[in-house]
């Protein structure tokens, strides 16, 4: 028996020159930043991406879809082996979300061109692990708060060498536990965006707020709750006019810096300002708590008393800009009793719903 001769019918390509991968591959890369910004991801996550995946590039030297596991093993295995979890989980992500894109729009093309087939070089064999949940942050009580680092610090104005920068970090200490701000999004505010006509309270707008997944800022409306309209109207009125003298100015910051803009009015004040600030007057007034406080302790903690204080979870939700109620949840710390004084209560309403159905 004889062979039959089989003609290949397909049309026969050239091979593919070095100049023509590279533009292609720019071509790619651009493709892929312009469908990160259809999916509404902010500016700062696409150029975090396209960084994390430049600097994968610079090391490969190659095509990223020529990665294969083995080159994504000595990456992450020697190259970044004592670089920070979160350079490590980032560049991870990137690499996946950009072979994913690779896949669904140009895998032909690839292999049309070059010959290789798309293939994730992560897998769940190489990929970089986080360390679980993250650390568990729990903020001192309200004695400790409330007593000790705020009255102190509140103490300090009327005797520290420069007032207003001294009030104006003590407020914004505050507001962060009156009202869960981020530190980013205090200090982002600017005096137009205190609502004081707005619900019972008036409102703050939070036009800077953290987005979820990194779609970008995410506004809200934060009303003036647990005493944070007094905070602000004092701060306001007594302090603010030590930075500058031009409330009516578009864009003047609620919290303004000792620096001065160009135009020589007050500039924003800077966020490691207010966290060295909350820093040392925990030195100072909190000496026995054995933990750093931060903003963003501060902000547990306004979770946790504005819950202690009857609030609902679902509200607690909205001021303070989660997207999702399951992170709420790792932010809302009850009193060791609170279990035992919850059981009590209801006891005490089961007995009273039984009130006249038990015959003497």
Same mark, same amino acid.
């Not at 062979?3 to 890369?29: C, G, K, S």
């Not at 800022?217 to 701060?235: D, H, Y």
């Not at 603010?240 to 003298?245: L, N």
């Not at 000792?258 to 966020?271: F, I, K, L």
């Given at each position: 028996?004889?062979?039959?001769?089989?003609?290949? *019918?397909?049309?026969?390509r050239r091979p593919a020159t070095a100049d023509e991968i590279a533009a292609f591959e720019t071509d790619v890369l651009? #493709?892929?930043?312009?469908?990160?910004?259809?999916?509404?991801?902010?500016?700062?996550?696409?150029?975090?991406?396209?960084?994390?995946?430049?600097?994968?590039?610079?090391?490969? #030297?190659?095509?990223?879809?020529?990665?294969?596991?083995?080159? +994504?093993?000595?990456?992450?295995?020697?190259?970044?082996?004592?670089?920070?979890?979160?350079?490590?989980? #980032?560049?991870?992500?990137? /690499?996946?979300?950009?072979? *994913?894109?690779?896949? /669904?729009?140009?895998?032909?093309?690839?292999?049309?061109?070059?010959?290789?087939?798309?293939?994730?070089?992560?897998?769940?064999?190489?990929?970089?692990?986080?360390?679980?949940?993250?650390?568990?942050?729990?903020?001192?009580?309200?004695?400790?708060?409330?007593?000790?680092?705020? +009255?102190?610090?509140?103490?300090?104005?009327?005797?520290?060498?420069?007032?207003?920068?001294?009030?104006?970090?003590?407020?914004?200490?505050?507001?962060?536990?009156?009202?869960?701000?981020?530190?980013?999004?205090?200090?982002? *505010?600017?005096?137009?965006?205190?609502?004081?006509?707005?619900?019972?309270?008036?409102? /703050?707008?939070?036009?800077?707020?953290? #987005?979820?997944?990194?779609?970008?800022?995410?506004?809200? &409306?934060?009303?003036?709750?647990?005493?944070?309209?007094?905070?602000?109207? =004092?701060?306001?009125?007594?302090?603010?006019?030590?930075?500058?003298?031009?409330?009516?100015?578009?864009?003047?910051?609620?919290?303004?810096?000792?620096? !001065?803009?160009?135009?020589?009015?007050?500039? !924003?004040?800077?966020?490691?300002?207010? !966290?060295?600030?909350?820093?040392?007057? +925990?030195?100072?007034?909190?000496?026995?708590?054995?933990?750093?406080?931060?903003?963003?302790?501060?902000?547990?903690?306004?979770?946790?008393?504005?819950?202690?204080?009857? &609030?609902?979870?679902?509200?607690?939700?909205?001021?303070?800009?989660?997207?999702?109620?399951?992170?709420?949840?790792?932010?809302?710390?009850?009193?060791?009793?609170?279990?035992?004084?919850? =059981?009590?209560?209801?006891?005490?309403?089961?007995?009273e719903r039984l009130k006249g159905l038990v015959t003497p």
């Amino acid at each position: 028996m004889a062979l039959a001769v089989v003609r290949d *019918l397909r049309q026969a390509r050239r091979p593919a020159t070095a100049d023509e991968i590279a533009a292609f591959e720019t071509d790619v890369l651009a #493709g892929f930043v312009l469908a990160r910004s259809a999916a509404g991801l902010s500016d700062d996550t696409i150029r975090g991406d396209v960084g994390h995946l430049d600097q994968v590039r610079t090391w490969f #030297g190659r095509p990223l879809w020529e990665m294969e596991p083995a080159d +994504a093993d000595a990456y992450f295995g020697k190259v970044l082996r004592d670089a920070a979890k979160g350079t490590r989980l #980032g560049r991870a992500q990137a /690499l996946r979300t950009y072979f *994913l894109f690779l896949e /669904l729009r140009h895998k032909v093309e690839i292999h049309e061109l070059t010959g290789r087939v798309v293939e994730c070089p992560i897998d769940e064999m190489n990929r970089p692990r986080g360390a679980g949940k993250a650390r568990l942050r729990i903020p001192p009580s309200a004695e400790q708060v409330e007593q000790l680092l705020f +009255a102190g610090w509140r103490a300090e104005l009327a005797t520290c060498r420069k007032f207003a920068p001294t009030a104006r970090n003590y407020t914004a200490a505050r507001l962060m536990a009156e009202v869960g701000l981020r530190v980013n999004e205090l200090r982002s *505010l600017d005096l137009a965006d205190v609502k004081w006509d707005l619900g019972r309270f008036g409102k /703050l707008h939070v036009r800077k707020g953290k #987005g979820a997944r990194g779609s970008g800022p995410r506004e809200r &409306m934060v009303p003036l709750i647990n005493n944070a309209g007094a905070t602000l109207r =004092w701060f306001i009125e007594d302090v603010w006019g030590h930075f500058d003298d031009d409330h009516t100015r578009p864009g003047a910051p609620l919290f303004p810096s000792e620096r !001065r803009c160009a135009d020589g009015s007050a500039a !924003r004040v800077g966020d490691d300002a207010v !966290r060295t600030s909350l820093a040392v007057a +925990a030195r100072i007034h909190l000496p026995e708590w054995p933990e750093a406080l931060t903003p963003h302790v501060l902000r547990h903690y306004c979770a946790s008393q504005l819950y202690a204080g009857g &609030m609902d979870l679902i509200a607690i939700q909205e001021v303070l800009g989660h997207a999702w109620i399951a992170t709420t949840l790792h932010y809302v710390h009850v009193h060791r009793t609170h279990v035992e004084d919850a =059981w009590v209560a209801g006891q005490q309403r089961a007995a009273e719903r039984l009130k006249g159905l038990v015959t003497p």
